[in-house]
């Protein structure tokens, strides 16, 4: 809390994101009008997508003043939010938010302990990487690795470590918290948005807690996690870290560069050498130096070190190596999981987890800061 002060939550409006929740949202609505009672007013927003399933006619025929739907066209969950934010913020008099899916993988009864948490933090998280949460052992493998990793990104890449669960839908927010998250600095689209509004509120300086729940699987229905959220949301992680740090701005720049000279000189040596495997080693190990000349001669210039510049030298070249096993398991891993997608799909996502693990790599060991 900013100021230290706490007023009480009298009144929470809950956003609902529905698309083809017909087999749900008249049930979910239900249980959250139990919540409504003399200490608390609550009203739900269901945000529809012009479900073709008539998620929002359910709605309209229950003709209740204390549910209403924002209509729109489907561009994704993280519009759908952004849309139904603004819509509070603008027409609203509510002291909180709270945001949940509305397929019963979060109960409707946490919420009170979601909102009894937001008198002493502006947000609370359901949470199911913290003890005492879990998830439905429903959920497969490939289910769970993929929000292990999502949520391993969130937290070091954007940044936000003290919270273990970053991709969660699951909130309670203060209103003037929110107002001073929002708008977003970068639009987004999909499920990035829990990673992207967490975000903008840690860096507008809320408070945030995480209080444990227990994620059951959908009740009914399926999942509308597709490619393309995966593919924005491994994309704007960065993004996020971009906006705060300047090292990394010159790492990311140099890499950049580096993909350039990597393929320029294959071009040349190609046309000289003729066999791709040869001018291939030579062209990744030219880059490989290039970057490390960049990287210590401008992005981690400021830092003081004693360790001799070709100690660093054979450092990089490690941590290289490491990128590129890293980057081929990945892609053999991607390419098991998502078998039907386009190889560029795995090659292209591949590079995430390296260039992490390259940035983290040489930024603690390469180079090493001597100060501490
Ligand atoms: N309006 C709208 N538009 N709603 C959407 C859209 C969309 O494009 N896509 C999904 N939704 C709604 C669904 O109808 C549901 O109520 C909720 O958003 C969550 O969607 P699911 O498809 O059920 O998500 P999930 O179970 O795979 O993902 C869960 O885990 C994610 C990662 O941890 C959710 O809790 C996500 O919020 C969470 O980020
Ligand atoms: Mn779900």
Same mark, same amino acid.
């Given at each position: 809390?900013?100021?230290?002060?706490?007023?009480?939550?009298?009144?929470?409006?809950?956003?609902?994101?529905?698309? #083809?929740?017909?087999?749900?949202?008249?049930?979910?609505?239900?249980?959250?009008?139990?919540?409504?009672?003399?200490?608390?007013?609550?009203?739900?927003?269901?945000?529809?997508?012009?479900?073709?399933?008539?998620t929002?006619?359910?709605?309209?025929?229950?003709?209740?003043?204390?549910?209403?739907v924002?209509?729109g /066209?489907?561009?994704?969950?993280?519009?759908?939010y952004?849309?139904?934010?603004?819509y509070?913020?603008?027409?609203?008099?509510?002291?909180?938010?709270? &945001?949940? *899916?509305?397929?019963?993988?979060?109960a409707?009864?946490?919420?009170?302990?979601?909102?009894?948490?937001?008198?002493?933090? *502006?947000?609370?998280?359901?949470?199911?990487? $913290?003890?005492?949460?879990?998830?439905?052992?429903?959920?497969?493998?490939?289910?769970?690795?993929?929000?292990?990793?999502? #949520?391993?990104?969130?937290?070091?890449?954007?940044?936000?470590?003290?919270?273990?669960?970053?991709?969660?839908?699951?909130?309670?927010?203060?209103?003037?918290?929110?107002?001073?998250?929002?708008?977003?600095?970068?639009?987004? &689209?999909?499920?990035?948005?829990?990673?992207?509004?967490?975000?903008a509120? /840690?860096?507008?300086?809320?408070?945030?807690?995480?209080?444990?729940?227990?994620?059951?699987?959908?009740?009914?229905?399926?999942?509308?996690?597709?490619?393309? *959220?995966?593919?924005?949301?491994? $994309?704007?992680?960065?993004?996020?870290?971009?906006?705060?740090?300047?090292? %990394?701005?010159?790492?990311?720049?140099?890499?950049?560069?580096?993909?350039?000279?990597?393929?320029?000189?294959f071009?040349l040596?190609?046309?000289?050498?003729?066999?791709p495997y040869?001018?291939?080693?030579?062209?990744?190990?030219?880059?490989?130096?290039? #970057?490390?000349?960049?990287? #210590?001669?401008?992005?981690?210039?400021?830092?003081?070190?004693?360790?001799?510049?070709?100690?660093?030298?054979?450092?990089?070249?490690?941590?290289?190596?490491?990128?590129?096993?890293?980057?081929?398991?990945?892609?053999?891993?991607?390419?098991?999981?998502?078998?039907?997608?386009?190889?560029?799909?795995? &090659?292209?996502?591949?590079?995430f987890p390296?260039?992490?693990?390259n940035? %983290?790599?040489?930024?603690?060991?390469? %180079?090493?800061?001597?100060?501490?």
């Open positions: 809390m900013v100021d230290g002060k706490s007023s009480p939550i009298r009144s929470a409006c809950f956003v609902l994101p529905t698309y #083809n929740e017909a087999q749900n949202i008249v049930a979910i609505i239900r249980q959250i009008l139990v919540l409504d009672h003399a200490n608390l007013t609550v009203q739900i927003l269901v945000v529809d997508d012009a479900s073709p399933d008539g929002a006619d359910l709605v309209h025929a229950l003709n209740d003043e204390r549910v209403r924002l209509s /066209q489907k561009r994704g969950l993280g519009s759908a952004t849309r139904a934010f603004e509070v913020l603008k027409h609203m008099s509510v002291d909180a938010v709270v &945001q949940m *899916d509305a397929d019963f993988s979060h409707p009864m946490d919420a009170s302990r979601l909102l009894a948490q937001l008198a002493s933090t *502006d947000v609370a998280i359901g949470s199911r990487y $913290v003890a005492g949460g879990s998830v439905d052992p429903a959920w497969g493998l490939r289910r769970r690795l993929i929000s292990k990793v999502g #949520n391993l990104f969130a937290r070091s890449v954007a940044g936000i470590y003290r919270v273990r669960d970053c991709t969660a839908g699951f909130k309670a927010i203060r209103v003037e918290a929110l107002r001073r998250a929002f708008p977003l600095r970068l639009r987004v &689209q999909g499920y990035v948005f829990q990673v992207a509004s967490l975000h509120l /840690q860096i507008s300086g809320a408070s945030i807690a995480e209080v444990p729940i227990y994620f059951a699987d959908r009740a009914a229905g399926e999942t509308k996690l597709g490619r393309d *959220d995966i593919i924005e949301f491994f $994309v704007h992680v960065w993004w996020l870290r971009l906006l705060s740090r300047k090292t %990394f701005i010159k790492f990311a720049l140099t890499g950049l560069t580096g993909v350039a000279v990597n393929l320029v000189s071009q040596l190609l046309s000289t050498l003729t066999n040869v001018s291939s080693a030579i062209a990744i190990e030219i880059s490989i130096v290039w #970057n490390f000349m960049l990287n #210590n001669f401008w992005t981690f210039r400021d830092r003081t070190m004693r360790t001799r510049k070709r100690v660093r030298g054979l450092k990089f070249n490690a941590v290289s190596l490491l990128t590129l096993v890293l980057s081929f398991s990945t892609f053999v891993l991607l390419r098991w999981f998502f078998p039907d997608h386009p190889a560029w799909f795995s &090659q292209f996502i591949s590079i390296a260039a992490l693990a940035y %983290f790599a040489n930024s603690y060991w390469t %180079f090493k800061s001597d100060q501490v």
